[in-house]
Nanobody, 122 residues
Framework: QVQLVESGGGLVQAGGSLRLSCAASGRTFSSYAMGWFRQAAGKERERVAGISGSGDSTYYAESVKGRFTISRDNAKNTVYLQMNSLKPEDTAVYRC???????????????WGQGTQVTVSS
């Protein structure tokens, strides 16, 4: 199985930045599309960003487009989420996930990290 561990969450003021990391185990990391999901209080889980196994293609939810950047370093088995211009509505638990198929549906993702809290103060 693949183990995923997120880090980099915390408390930040509105307009600030955070960089999340997701470290993966295993030798087949490049076979997996990776996604960042978040779930805020009272809201459904949503995929905010995705990246193909090779890193050739990316996806962003409309709510974060232009502010967040997803990237991966397959040599380090790590995927990143750079979050700029943070807003209070970005407050959520952020989880990375791995999928052999990709896409926006959580059901397609086989492995999940434990989650890291991001809190943006107004």
């Amino acid at each position: 199985q693949v183990q995923l561990v997120e880090s980099g969450g915390g408390l930040v003021q509105a307009g600030g930045s955070l960089r999340l990391s997701c470290a993966a185990s295993g030798r087949t990391f490049s076979s997996y599309a990776m996604g960042w999901f978040r779930q805020a209080a009272g809201k459904e889980r949503e995929r905010v960003a995705g990246i193909s196994g090779s890193g050739d293609s990316t996806y962003y939810a409309e709510s974060v487009k232009g502010r967040f950047t997803i990237s991966r370093d397959n040599a380090k088995n790590t995927v990143y989420l750079q979050m700029n211009s943070l807003k209070p509505e970005d407050t959520a638990v952020y989880r990375c996930a791995a999928s052999l198929r990709g896409g926006p549906r959580p059901q397609r993702y086989d492995y999940w990290g434990q989650g890291t809290q991001v809190t943006v103060s107004s």
